[in-house]
């Protein structure tokens, strides 16, 4: 490990070096390159040089508990302690930060809730989770663009959401959403104050660029028609709205929310193109192993990676076994606990098949 980080020690000297003259980047693109790639291994550069510092001053004091007097040799063992259990953390990190980055982790994400089993009750959860993943992505400092909405016909709920979401580690944090998410509550309109279990889908794909994904235009059927409300009513007195279909895959995206046509249509394709990037992946992620880690599912209630249990107030991420009993902070987008305890396990889960 230890030669490897030398190595990269060497590549990260080498970019400073580069950005520190102006005739080795004379091309922008160039400079941002090798700028993005100094700031990617900062990290892990000033969490190597600190352990290198930490085992010199175990060294210096070891030597003092051979040549120093009494004072200075107990003073010595005392400080040669905490330094070993900080180096120990230290290895610890730089184990995290040489597993090789999601090149995803990055991008912009757009963030895709549907409504699965449980009718109306599932597209009210629609909403709330809605509600709460867009309080997050604002204290997180992130934008948010609602790309299409898919209003119920019943009592205020959603069919579905689509949203983007820009902005620093947005896809790495969020990426562990993706999977059922089930709902256990008594209805609104429940009259024996039974308690129901309803399921939502969560899909969270990285935002694709242009150049990686590349859309011919025959190959797409594009209609447009009037936007719709709340039990089907014209919100629009337009055709603005849109809906993309690609032949080839069958994939089909609308998108109703804006009331230019030329908008809705933009929107869409960015959609369809986040969606063919995540099957490109995933095509490619089979030919390694037998099961994608992140599916998300069916909708059926079965295929849960959390439960959120209202009469108990409780929250259940079923794939590490986390519990927490504070599902109204959740709901108002204190995610937090939940997204660093699941980038822990699976940062765990990748040093054990490194």
């Not at 003259?21 to 700028?35: R, S, T």
């Amino acid at each position: 490990m230890l030669s490897k980080l030398k190595d990269i020690e060497n590549r990260y000297e080498e970019l400073e070096h580069l950005l520190s003259d102006a005739a080795a980047v004379k091309k922008f693109g160039d400079y941002q390159k090798y700028a993005k790639e100094h700031a990617d291994l900062s990290p892990l550069i000033e969490t190597f040089r600190l352990y290198e510092k930490t085992r010199r001053q175990i060294e210096e004091n070891r030597l003092l508990l051979k040549d120093g007097d009494s004072e200075l040799r107990e003073l010595a063992g005392t400080e040669i302690d905490e330094l070993e259990n900080l180096l120990t953390s230290l290895e610890e990190r730089l184990k995290i930060l040489l597993i090789p980055r999601d090149p995803n982790d990055n991008r912009n994400v757009f963030l895709e809730i549907r409504a699965g089993t449980g009718g109306e009750e599932a597209a009210l959860f629609v909403a709330d989770l809605y509600r709460m993943y867009a309080i997050y992505a604002e204290r997180s400092g992130w934008k948010v663009d609602v790309v299409s909405t898919g209003p119920s016909s019943g009592i205020g709920g959603f069919k579905e959401v689509i949203m983007l979401i820009e902005g620093t580690d947005a896809f790495r944090r969020l990426k562990y959403e993706s999977g059922v998410h089930r709902v256990q509550r008594v209805p609104v309109t429940e009259a024996q104050g039974r308690i129901h279990t309803s399921a939502v889908t969560v899909a969270v794909l990285p935002e694709a660029e242009e150049i990686e994904v590349n859309i011919d235009p025959g190959e797409l059927r594009i209609d447009v028609y009037r936007s719709t409300g709340h039990g089907g009513q014209s919100v629009n007195t337009t055709d603005s709205a849109v809906r993309i279909t690609h032949l080839p895959t069958g994939l089909v995206v609308t998108c109703q929310d804006e009331k230019s046509q030329h908008k809705n249509r933009a929107k869409a394709l960015k959609v369809l193109r986040a969606r063919l990037l995540d099957r490109m992946e995933e095509e490619q992620a089979a030919t390694i192993s037998e099961s994608r880690k992140l599916q998300v599912g069916s909708g059926d209630r079965s295929q849960r990676v959390r439960t959120y249990n209202f009469p108990q107030g409780r929250v259940t991420d079923h794939r590490i076994g986390l519990t927490l009993y504070n599902l109204d902070e959740i709901l108002d987008g204190d995610i937090d606990t939940i997204v660093d305890s699941l980038m822990t396990h699976y940062q765990s889960e990748a040093l054990k098949s490194e």
